[in-house]
């Protein structure tokens, strides 16, 4: 039997026998179908050209990688800026804290569905000062798209959370109280769209270690009529609380609910985070275009192309800061009064009673 | 004394920077080599090159993509002007000359062996292993151990979320997961202060040939990858890989100067950089690489894939578990457990990441697991 060490000096001394091959030359035919990829690109943005910053000596330098990833993952723990804030309790929070986290899904089949990802990216800004030195004033984690199921937790996040809640009137029938109830019963079939974002439990706009998500004060729920429920929209503004903005003859065109303390029309309109268990980011035919994770010194803004090539920026706060783009989120008024479900992300799954 | 094979030290000139020396092996170490393979150990190792115009040496990397100011695609280069590795106090390359370090030692060297598949659920087949020094075992006698030693104390909690919606009264979550690190043990490391080397680059990004616009370093401060592994099979005609990839550095910097490498404000720095990776769990999960072969849209991209997990037990197709009811099929099922339970994974922690001069405190990942991955390269213009 041969030892370890002589299969090793045999596996050494075999391509020995047949490595004895002459260099030949590629002629200008091959030569002409050898192309080089180009999978790194770096982009400077800032203020020696136009610029972004309002202060106007921030530059960025961003670094896109051309790659195309489907994954399926599953992470006890993602937690990023665990320090003491000003007002938290020391040691107990974390900028961004989620739990059983989660990428991609599984469905009855047994068949992995991918969270695709394309062209992710490092980016830095850089703060100028007036003699020229450069300091980094943030960095950022992103992605040039991605779609897909993101599950887990939700305890504290800090960032901007868009959620775009559209439905039809009878979605209101999920909600408690009586109010509800009637303009549910009235408006079954017109159209109701809101924006939800991250709040703290009064109703106020609220981006740093959130743990609720709903309708900020001020903002409202928006009832249009389609078709000929025109004049049920007009009908349902005796509800208290739902106001007609456009109007005809005993018609109604466009009626909205204005959200305060965490109400409108009656019902709670701000929930914990943790409620939503599964956010499905995007669609495969429309990617999310903005989703990234950074840590920036102070409020600075970061840039990213609409899909008219325009550049459109997303304002942070210090610290760790996580972004889910407008038009990222989409619920139903079902899912966004009563949480959505965690889909299945394991093949022995805690969340399904270990099946 | 049993020794099959002596190791075979390669001392690895690099010009004039490498100062070799073997050294005599005494009694007490030698009876602890059960020779396997072939050790490597580079003593009184250092590297440091970038470019030189004046000698009329560059060090490019061309032909990327880029744009300056939201204007038209340009080439962009980097100008690569020092890269490094020494011992420690290099001060992000700034003193590296008379730095050695050593990389490896003659107890814990870099490895290259031939191995039992069998050993790693790869089934009758030799694994080629190339290894860096293996982890300490602190609780022994601090000499080297199989098994995985993780630099990483976990402290857990038992899931208390519901599984379905709001209201739910069925609690159906089972099981507890990583709630943090509690201890980081620094005496895993074989590579002590004279074996982990300061490693960085640094680099200038110009575009059309023109200056550089600015200049970026990346340095890593007291590096150990104790416990990292490739190893490579074949099966089905295809090379196949499972490797783990730890990096442990007590601090990781990138910096941002002007183009003239000067006005170098404060970093960004990740104190306490710790990364475990594990890819790949031999014949059920291996990692493949592949470029697309042919002329079409696709060729020439290359393919990096943790294979899917997906169709090793039979499927409830009610809920897309695996089923559990004969024997084969608990079988089957008990391997996807000991899979979430014990397979490759990711742990990451940074004690502290500081941006500009402000602490943001600590980072954790904990028990991060691919089920999939599936990366392919793409040309961008």
């Known amino acids: ?355 | 004394m049993k020794i099959n094979i002596a190791i075979i030290l390669l001392s690895i000139f690099f010009v004039t920077k490498i100062q070799a020396d073997l050294v005599s092996l005494d009694d007490a170490a030698l009876k602890n080599v059960d020779g396997a393979g072939i050790g490597i150990v580079l003593e009184d190792f250092l590297y440091n090159a970038g470019s030189d115009v004046g000698e009329g040496g560059e060090f490019i990397i061309g032909g990327l993509a880029g744009s300056q100011y939201d204007g038209a695609n340009q080439e962009a280069k980097l100008n690569v002007t020092q890269f490094y590795i020494a011992g420690s106090g290099s001060e992000n390359g700034s003193k590296v000359e008379g730095r050695t370090v050593n990389i490896g030692r003659l107890l814990f060297p870099f490895n290259i062996e031939l191995l039992n598949g069998d050993d790693f659920g790869i089934d009758d087949k030799a694994v080629l292993e190339l290894s860096a020094p293996v982890k300490n075992d602190a609780t022994a006698d601090n000499l080297p151990k199989a098994g995985s030693q993780s630099y990483f104390g976990i402290s857990t909690e038992s899931r208390t979320e519901r599984g379905g919606l709001v209201g739910s009264t069925t609690q159906n979550t089972i099981g507890s997961r990583v709630s943090g690190f509690r201890s980081l043990d620094t005496t895993i490391f074989n590579s002590r202060a004279a074996e982990r080397p300061d490693i960085g680059i640094s680099f200038g990004v110009s575009f059309d040939n023109e200056i550089p616009v600015e200049n970026l370093g990346l340095h890593l401060e007291s590096v150990a990858v104790d416990g990292s592994y490739l190893r490579l099979w074949g099966d089905s005609g295809a090379l196949r890989t499972e490797f783990s990839l730890n990096v442990y550095a007590d601090n990781v910097e990138v910096v941002a100067c002007d183009g003239t490498g000067g006005n170098c404000g404060d970093s960004v720095t990740f104190d306490g950089f710790s990364l475990e990776a594990e890819f790949g769990a031999g014949n059920f999960q291996p990692v493949t690489f592949e470029v697309i072969p042919g002329t079409g849209a696709n060729s020439g991209n290359f393919i990096f894939e943790v294979a899917s997990i997906a169709g090793q037990c039979s499927i409830n197709t009610s809920r897309g578990s695996c089923r559990d009811n004969t024997a084969a099929n608990i079988a089957t099922r008990n391997k996807y457990i000991d899979y979430y339970e014990n397979g490759p994974a990711i742990n990451a922690y940074i004690e502290n990441v500081n941006v500009g001069g402000s602490d943001f405190g600590s980072t954790t990942i904990s028990n991060l697991q691919f089920q999939y991955l599936k990366v392919e390269t793409h040309n961008l213009q």
């Open chain 1, 1 to 355: 039997m041969l030892n370890t060490f002589s299969k090793i000096l045999l596996l050494f001394l075999l391509p020995v026998q047949v490595s004895f091959a002459l260099l030949v030359p590629i002629d200008e035919a091959e030569l002409s179908s050898v192309t080089g990829q180009s999978i790194i690109k770096i982009d400077t943005q800032g203020s020696n050209g136009g610029a972004l910053d309002g202060s106007g000596r921030v530059e960025y330098t961003k670094i896109t990688l051309g790659l195309d990833i489907e994954t399926s993952l599953n992470a006890d723990l993602l937690e990023l800026g665990k320090y003491d804030r000003s007002g938290d309790n020391s040691g107990t929070g974390a900028d961004l804290r989620i739990s059983d986290f989660a990428l991609g899904k599984i469905d009855n089949n047994g068949n992995i569905i991918p969270f695709k990802i394309k062209d992710p990216f490092i980016e830095l800004a850089y703060q100028n000062d007036a003699s020229g030195k450069k300091t980094v004033a943030g960095v950022r984690f992103g992605f040039g798209e991605a779609s897909g199921a993101l599950s887990g937790n939700f305890e504290s996040l800090t960032g901007d959370v868009n959620v775009d809640i559209l439905d039809y009137g009878a979605g209101l029938s999920n909600a408690d109280g009586a109010l509800a109830q009637f303009a549910s019963f009235l408006l079954g079939s017109n159209p109701i769209s809101a924006k939800a974002s991250l709040v703290d439990s009064s109703g106020n706009a609220n981006q740093v270690r959130a743990t609720q998500v709903g309708i900020p004060n001020g903002d409202q729920f928006n009832f249009y009529a389609s078709g000929g429920n025109s004049f049920t929209l007009n009908l349902a503004t005796i509800v208290p609380g739902l106001d007609c903005v456009s109007s005809g003859f005993l018609v109604c065109y466009h009626a909205r609910a204005i959200a305060n303390n965490c109400e409108a029309l009656g019902i709670d309109v701000c929930f914990d985070l943790s409620s939503y268990q599964t956010l499905d980011v995007g669609t495969d035919s429309t990617p999310a275009n903005g989703l990234f994770l950074s840590f920036q010194t102070k409020p600075i803004n970061w840039y990213d192309k609409d899909s008219g090539g325009a550049f459109q920026a997303t304002p942070t706060v210090s610290g760790a800061f996580f972004n889910v783009p407008n038009g990222g989120l989409t619920v139903d008024l079902t899912q966004a009064l009563t949480g959505t479900r965690r889909v299945r992300t394991k093949y022995v799954d805690p969340y399904f009673n270990g099946y």
